[in-house]
């Protein structure tokens, strides 16, 4: 009949209609997902300056703290006095800006702060010491640092951090989300040539931030061999063959033999001469500096607001007004 007919297309039009829906939304949720997963695979960004009278070492320190997280930090920005918070949070976003780092510097202690854009949580810790890069450089007998090994970021290594306790938990969680992720699939070895180490001492509650400059050594020859691999012509005024100075030397073969954990069989190729793939090498660190023993303070919710989470002194609740003053 006529009335059921009508019926029928009635409740075929519902239908349609609620699976057009189901569609628009299942598009949408798609969508957001990718720009997510985009969003994701960003690296992340970072200002890093310092605020009020901090003086000319902690000025530095905060430019050799930028060298750290090249090459996805702003080098030359340039901070007036007369700057706020919010005039970052503002440039944050069309910049692509992820984190922000603000050394502080009072009459009790130096202050270093580091905070997630747009919405925290934020990190305060006290530096309970410093060396500048360039103190850490003098101090070697053969500093090795090159321009190149700051085109890509460094590795980021955390060492003896707690996972049962809440507060450092999340702070394992958040240094990790400052640098960028390492895919192992598709990693380039020749591309990782620094390492960020994090070391929690639990006993004095002292987190240690170490800068280091990672080279591989061919493993099995003398420092004879080593020069001419190194394309280093030596000096053979003195010898009646070159066996002799290969085979030669007053120093015996293991005093340039590293520790057998140092050893890896290399799955690519390293720059240097002899770092071929399956080469038996060694991996050396030398720290290139800034270095810094660190305290965590206080954890909040926001961006430098809202809950305290964490206070090393057991002040909890809402935060205070110190990043307003200091920002």
Do not use: W
């Not at 700057?83 to 050394?103: C, E, M, R, S, Y």
């Not at 009459?107 to 990190?123: A, H, L, Q, Y």
């Not at 707690?162 to 400052?178: A, E, I, R």
């Not at 057998?260 to 799955?267: D, F, G, I, M, Y």
């Amino acid at each position: 009949s006529l009335p059921s007919a009508s019926r029928l297309f009635q409740n075929m039009g519902r239908v349609l209609k609620k699976k057009r829906k189901q569609k628009r939304k299942l598009r949408a949720s798609q969508k957001a997902r990718a720009a997510q997963e985009l969003e994701d695979q960003k690296p992340p960004r970072s200002f890093v300056i310092h605020r009020g009278a901090v003086g000319k070492e902690i000025q530095q320190l905060a430019l050799d703290v930028r060298k750290i997280m090249e090459p996805y930090t702003a080098s030359h920005l340039k901070v007036r006095q007369n700057n706020v918070l919010k005039d970052f949070v503002h440039v944050a976003g069309p910049l692509g800006v992820t984190h922000i780092v603000v050394f502080t510097k009072s009459e009790m202690s130096i202050n270093m702060k580091i905070s997630r854009f747009p919405r925290g949580p934020t990190v305060t810790f006290r530096v309970l010491s410093y060396a500048l890069m360039s103190d850490v450089l003098a101090s070697l007998k053969k500093p090795r640092t090159t321009l190149n090994q700051y085109k890509n970021p460094p590795m980021l290594i955390m060492n003896n951090f707690p996972t049962d306790v809440k507060h450092m938990k999340l702070l394992t969680t958040f240094m990790q989300s400052s640098f960028p992720t390492i895919n192992v699939q598709h990693v380039k070895l020749s591309e990782i040539q620094r390492c960020v180490l994090l070391h929690y001492e639990e006993e004095t509650n002292v987190i240690e931030y170490r800068h280091y400059n990672i080279r591989a050594i061919p493993v099995g020859m003398s420092r004879q061999v080593g020069k001419l691999v190194k394309s280093k012509v030596p000096d053979l005024s003195r010898y009646q063959d070159i066996s002799e100075y290969v085979l030669g030397g007053n120093v015996s073969e293991s005093e340039f033999e590293d520790a057998e954990e140092a050893r890896v069989s290399l799955p690519q190729a390293l720059p240097g001469r002899g770092n071929a793939t399956s080469q038996q090498s060694a991996i050396r660190l030398t720290e290139i500096g800034p270095r810094l023993s660190l305290q965590l303070v206080k954890v909040e919710s926001g961006l430098c607001e809202g809950e305290v989470l964490f206070h090393q002194f057991g002040v909890l609740g809402r935060a205070g007004d110190f990043c307003a003053d200091s920002s």
